[in-house]
C-alpha cells in the first residue's frame, strides 16, 4: 500500500497557530472522558472549558473559537445546552464538532441527532464508523457505544462516509482501526493507531476535542486530518513506552500527545487521499 506524503508544513503550522493563540474550545462532553478531554485541549495549548448549564452555555460559546458537543451519557441539560451553543455558534460563525457517540443503541440520540443536523450545519460530524453508519442509516455492528469488528474499511464505508458529508455539506469522521475522513469531494484513510486506543474509554471522545481545538487554525478537513495522524501516531508511541499495561498506557498516551512532535508525525503518519467524484 503506498502512503501520501503528509503536508507536514501544514500540520505544522496548524498546531504552532494552536499554541500561540490558545483558542478558548467550549465542550459540552460527558462526564465518563470529560477530565482527558480537558487535557487534550490544553496540550495543544489551546484552553479547555467544560461548561453545560442551559443558562449560562450561549455567552459561553459566544466568547470561544470552537464548540465541541458529544451525545455520550445524554442529559436533559445537555440536550437543551447544546442546542442552545449551537445556536450562538451558528449567529457567530464559530465552527462546531458534534460527536454522535451512543446513536446506534439509543433512539432518543438518533432522533436528536436527525433533529439537530436539520436545524444546525456542524463544521464537522464525528463518530466512530457504526455511529455514522447508524446515522445513514445503513447497517451496523456495534455494543452499546462501541463498534465491532477489526476488518479494514471498504469501499462502500467510505461511500457512505463521503455522501453523507456531501448531503450534509460539511466534514464527516468516521473511527475505528482506519479512520475515514471526507469533505464530500476528497477522501483520506488515515491508518495510524493501536487496538489498545479503544480499550481505554474515552479516546474518540479526546479525539473529538483535539479535533475542535484545532478548528480555529484551520479548515475542517485539515483539523480532522492532523487530529486523527496526532491522536493515532501517539497511540503508537504509548503503546511502544507503556508495555501491556493499560493504566499505563491511558497515561502515556497523555504524555505523547503533550511530546509528539512534527517531525514524528511526519515520519509517522500512514494516510491515502482519494478524490471520490
Ligand atoms: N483497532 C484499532 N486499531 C488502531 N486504532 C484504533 C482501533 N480502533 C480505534 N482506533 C483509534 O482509536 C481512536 C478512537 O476511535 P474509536 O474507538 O473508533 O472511537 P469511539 O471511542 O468514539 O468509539 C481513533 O483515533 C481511532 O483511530
Ligand atoms: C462509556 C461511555 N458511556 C457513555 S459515554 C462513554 C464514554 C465514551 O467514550 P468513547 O466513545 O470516546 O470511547
Ligand atoms: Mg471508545
Redesign the pocket.
Known amino acids: 500500500m503506498n502512503f501520501q506524503n503528509v503536508d507536514i508544513k501544514k500540520i505544522k503550522e496548524i498546531r504552532e497557530h494552536t499554541l500561540s493563540c490558545a483558542p478558548l474550545i467550549h465542550c459540552i462532553t ?1 462526564p ?2 470529560i477530565n482527558d478531554c480537558a487535557n487534550t485541549v490544553l496540550l495543544t495549548g489551546a484552553k479547555p472549558i467544560m461548561a453545560e448549564h442551559p443558562d449560562e452555555v450561549a455567552g459561553i460559546t459566544a466568547i470561544a473559537g470552537a464548540l465541541a458537543v458529544n451525545l ?2 445524554i442529559t436533559d441539560a445537555r440536550m437543551k445546552s447544546i442546542i442552545i451553543a449551537s445556536q450562538a455558534a451558528a449567529d457567530k460563525g464559530i465552527p462546531v464538532i458534534i ?1 454522535m ?2 446513536i446506534t443503541c439509543s433512539t432518543l440520540r438518533l432522533n436528536y441527532a436527525h433533529n439537530y443536523l436539520e436545524r444546525f450545519r456542524p463544521s464537522i460530524i464525528k463518530g ?1 464508523l457504526a455511529e455514522i453508519k447508524a446515522l445513514c442509516n445503513e447497517a451496523f455492528e456495534c455494543i ?3 463498534a465491532v469488528g477489526d476488518e479494514d474499511v471498504t469501499d462502500s464505508d467510505c461511500s457512505i462516509v463521503c455522501s453523507l458529508a456531501a448531503a450534509r455539506h460539511c466534514v464527516v469522521m468516521a473511527t475505528g482501526k482506519t479512520d475515514i475522513i471526507s469533505d464530500g469531494i476528497n477522501v483520506w484513510l488515515i491508518k495510524n493507531g493501536s487496538p489498545k486506543l ?1 480499550l481505554i ?8 476535542v483535539l479535533t475542535a481545538s484545532f478548528l480555529p487554525s484551520a479548515a475542517p478537513s485539515d483539523a480532522a486530518v492532523t487530529a486523527c495522524i496526532m491522536l493515532g501516531v501517539c497511540g503508537e508511541i504509548a503503546e511502544r513506552t507503556a508495555g501491556s499495561l493499560l493504566g499505563s498506557y491511558h497515561i502515556a498516551l497523555l504524555d505523547s500527545l503533550s511530546s509528539v512532535t512534527d517531525s514524528d508525525l511526519a515520519q509517522s503518519a500512514r494516510v491515502i487521499r482519494s478524490t471520490a467524484r
Open positions: 460527558n465518563i472522558s455520550g451519557n460527536d457517540v451512543g466512530n452499546g457505544i462501541d479503544p474509554t474515552g479516546t474518540g471522545c479526546m479525539l473529538n
